[in-house]
Structures are given as C-alpha cells and as structure tokens.
C-alpha cells in the first residue's frame, strides 16, 4: 500500500522532543494530516498546531491512551530518555511507554509503527538504554503490525560535548581518534523518516552527508570557536577504567548516558548518508550563539 497516495493520518508520540519537534514541522510543511502527542500541549500551541491536531496523553500510563489513536495510520514513536528524571528508568520509557502505546495501536488498527532506536543498537544490548530500545524492538517485530526500525547514529544535537571541550580550549578523544561516524541534523532525519514511509517490515539506517573520524569532528568544533587546534588523546584503557569506575560506584540514573557514550566511540559508526546539512554549519551556528551568551 503506497501511504502517501492514501492521505494517511500520522500520528507522532514525543513530538516535543529534539526529532520530535523536526517531524512535527516537515509533516506541517507536506501538508500530512497529522496530530501530536504530548503531555503538555503547550509547545505544539505554539507551533500552530489547532487543537484538532493535539493529543494529550502519557504514554507511560497505558490508560492515558485509551482512544487515542483512534482513525491514525501512522505511529511514529520518537519517546525515549537520555538521561533519567522524575524517578522513570529506561525501562519504564524507552520499553514500557512503547509498549503501551503499540497495545493501543493494535487496538485502533494502526497499519504501521515507526519507532527510532540506534545504529547497532541490537549489538549493544549489554548496555542500559540499549537494552530498554532493543526489547521494545524485538516486541514491536513479534507484534504483527508493519514496522520501520529506524536506526541513526547520533544527531548533529549530540556533537555539544565536543563543542562544550572546544569551549575549554582543548578536545579530549579516547585511542587515535581515527573510529568514524556521520552523525545527522534532525531535520534531515525526519526528511528520511518520511521519504520512506512506504517502507514495511525493515529496519532503515541513517546517517548525515559527511563522514569524519571523531579527531576531525573536534578539529571543526575548536575551528568554530576559533579556538587553537589542542587535541589530547587519551590511552583507551582510561575509557574502560571509567566505564568500571561508573559501573561500579554510580546508579543506572547517572552512568546510563556516560555508559552509552563511552562504549560508542569504541566503534565506527557509519550509515547510508542521507541529507544535505553540514555539521559545519551547526557548529558555526552554535558556536555563534556560543559567544553571544
């Protein structure tokens, strides 16, 4: 079935997130028919969106849903946290919440869930986050209703820690800083996530037009900043020291992102490239907005 020549409604959970927010804008600027959900409907007011387009819901509460997705086509499903508040676990968001909300959908007879998770994500289940998206998947692919997996590897948004070192003045990498990666403007992502919505069953990588290794990523950052090229690489075993170290002596709330993080740059992270906007630019931008605070 060809969605898009259907006038499919779409329905996007965690449209007040960072991803969110870009596919709430790109389904308003293709005209979709489309609604959000959020828990409050304040931010989606002051996108435009009338209160037709507005769900108000709490996915973490199954009952909040009842109805919810009644006449929606297509879930997509963007809930996840990064770093845990309000006494939620990974477990309780980035699994339970979607799971409460494919029960929903297969109630209202959605025909398709698009639900992000992370390149590789299915090779790191051993990590905390990972294995909260990575559960919700397998049972999302048992559930009968069509999917799409969509799998990037890492947003533009992410790259802030190498700019928060460039701030300092110098870049700290783990090893030879030569592991690769294209990360993506989530403007571009949601461009992606549309463009493929005909797509069923499969899960769907993608990365940003520009691949770097992480040494060059953290020579853009110091360059926007107008910042001396200092690059200090730190021997990989201090990596896995502190992996131990948060492990060890820090709850799951606090090492959860660090774990994440740490374990990542080990790897080579590179998808299919898609898009056209530049990291360049993004530091540029923020760099700017940087020196004006």
Known sequence: MKLRENNPTVLVAGSTGYLGGHIVKELKRRSFNFKAMARKPEKLQAHGLQPEQIVVAQP??????SGC????????????????????????????????????AKRAGVKKFVYISVLNGD????????????????????????????????????????LD?????????????????????????ANAI???LDRANTDLDVGGPDIFTQ???GQLALAALSKPEKITHLPDWTRKLMLFFLRTFTSQKYY???EF??????YDQVAPRYGERRLRNHFTTEADRIKKS
């Open 60 to 65: 973490t509460e199954a009952e909040s849903l």
């Open 69 to 104: 997705l009644k006449d929606v086509d297509v879930l997509i499903s963007t809930i996840g946290i990064t770093r845990q508040k309000d006494g939620l676990t990974y477990m309780d968001v980035d699994y339970q919440a979607n799971a409460n909300l494919l029960e929903e």
């Open 123 to 162: 090779q790191h289940r051993n990590l905390k986050i990972l294995q909260a998206k990575e559960k919700f998947v397998d049972l999302l692919k048992g559930s009968g209703v069509d999917y799409i997996v969509v799998r990037p590897n890492g947003f533009y948004s992410d790259m802030g820690d190498f």
């Open 165 to 189: 070192m460039a701030r300092q003045g110098r870049v700290y990498l783990f090893g030879d800083g030569k592991k690769r990666l294209n990360p993506i403007h989530g403007a571009d992502l």
């Open 194 to 196: 549309l463009d493929e």
């Open 215 to 217: 040494e060059e990523i």
């Open 256 to 258: 959860g992102p660090y």
């Open 261 to 266: 993080f740490l374990t990542m740059m080990a």
